[in-house]
């Protein structure tokens, strides 16, 4: 504050001299008058100013340009009622009084405050850049999502990284600096910018990027070795919320260019409770599965059909263990057995039926294509056609888990 009582009066005294060439002898005396006699009031009312625009509020550490325009703002208002006061009260000033007032005020508020930060970022970049081990990142785009996470980075006190580079496809960033962060160039120089800069981390901040061009990218990190962060998307960027902390590693979801669908398995489970479930292929890895996700929703009686008894006596041991209340039945039999499928659905009467009981593995069935002929289609046709002879209420094939070429036998 007291700094601020001799800046609000220097300023436009120094104003007065500026307008009489830096003469004082020249100054009319009457000017002076109006100044010294002006002057306690214009400091009490800039004081009160910058007391209701919390220009003593703010932590100038922190300051931003909300500082800044309070600041403006402040001299802006401290400056129309000088003009009025000292023309209504005492004489007409000349105009480049208050102009030149105006600014040298304006200017020793932001000195007076921006240097204190402007000293701290200097001086914590220079002591980050002088530690050697201090972990280094790379970040992946140069847009608002980039600069936002780098700011982030470089000027908290709460870690010990540093954004080392910048790698952007915009070939009119390569060569310029963000924040003395240099571009080094596009994604084609990721590889050579990691081994120079000893990268360990890669944040990729590319928020409206295809999907085509993150898999490329992040292709091109993986072969890096170094931690792989990625911005969630547009919301953070729209709202200013992109920091840091906000970083994820890189999903299976980052590559598919669209929102993974969710299934409300509520309804799902709903329908198996209460009734009795028939999984064929029960022992094997799929199988298995839907057979510990059935025993958890309370089904009235749950059928494992398997042709191989080592992993149906398996799943049998594990579910009465975890579920000794669930009533189980664990059947030996091949699908391809009409006789044996048809005693099944005649004795148990299943009202929903997981069909898993089929060969999954493609280079063995290129090898064995009519067999996988006789359990994966025929099989299939014995199983669902018992099913719709018997009442089934629901009747559900599962895909095999392996991704076919249609010529192949299985496609």
Not at 176 to 187: D, H, S
Not at 250 to 276: C, H, Q, S, W, Y
Not at 338 to 365: C, G, T
Request: charged fraction near 20%.
């Amino acid at each position: 504050m007291i700094y601020d009582i001799i800046a609000v009066n220097l300023s436009y005294f120094l104003a007065l001299l500026l307008r009489f060439d830096l003469k004082y002898t020249k100054i009319d005396q009457t000017y002076l008058d109006a100044f010294k006699q002006s002057a306690p009031i214009y400091t009490v009312f800039c004081i009160i100013v910058f007391m209701l625009l919390k220009l003593y509020r703010s932590i100038w550490r922190f300051a931003s340009y909300i500082e800044l325009m309070r600041i403006m703002a402040a001299c802006f208002i401290t400056t129309i009622f000088n003009c009025i006061f000292v023309t209504v009260a005492f004489v007409r000033m000349p105009l480049v009084y208050y102009v030149f007032g105006a600014i040298l005020q304006c200017v020793f508020l932001l000195v007076a405050r921006f240097s204190y930060r402007l000293f701290l970022v200097i001086y914590e970049a220079k002591l980050k850049s002088k530690v050697k081990d201090v972990p280094k990142i790379m970040i992946i785009g140069a847009g608002s999502a980039g600069q936002m996470i780098l700011r982030d980075i470089n000027r908290s006190d709460y870690t010990d990284e540093r954004v080392a580079c910048v790698i952007d496809d915009d070939e009119s960033k390569w060569g310029r600096y963000i924040e003395e962060v240099p571009v080094v160039g596009g994604r084609d120089e990721i590889m050579a910018a990691a081994k120079k800069y000893g990268i360990s981390k890669i944040y990729i901040a590319l928020p409206s990027a295809s999907a085509a061009d993150k898999r490329d990218i992040i292709n091109i990190c993986q072969e890096t070795g170094c931690v792989l962060k990625n911005l969630p998307g547009m919301y953070q960027l729209v709202l200013g919320q992109v920091t840091a902390s906000q970083m994820r590693n890189v999903d299976i979801e980052d590559l598919l260019g669209r929102e993974p669908i969710k299934a409300d398995m509520t309804d799902v489970f709903n329908i198996i409770a209460g009734k009795t479930v028939l999984v064929t292929g029960g022992g094997g890895s799929i199988g298995s599965e839907l057979c510990r996700q059935i025993a958890k929703h309370n089904p009235k009686r749950l059928i494992i059909f398997d042709i191989y008894e080592n992993n149906a006596y398996a799943i049998q041991l594990e579910l009465r263990e975890k579920y000794p209340n669930l009533k189980l039945e664990t059947l030996i039999g091949s699908v391809r057995d009409s006789r044996k499928i048809f005693q099944v659905f005649q004795k148990y009467r299943p009202e929903i039926v997981y069909h898993a009981a089929a060969h999954k593995h493609v280079p063995l069935m290129e090898d064995s294509p009519c067999e996988a002929i006789k359990n994966n289609a025929i099989g299939t046709y014995k199983t669902a056609y018992a099913a719709m002879t018997n009442g089934c209420e629901r009747f559900v094939l599962i895909s095999t888990d392996k991704a076919v070429n249609p010529t192949n036998i299985m496609g």
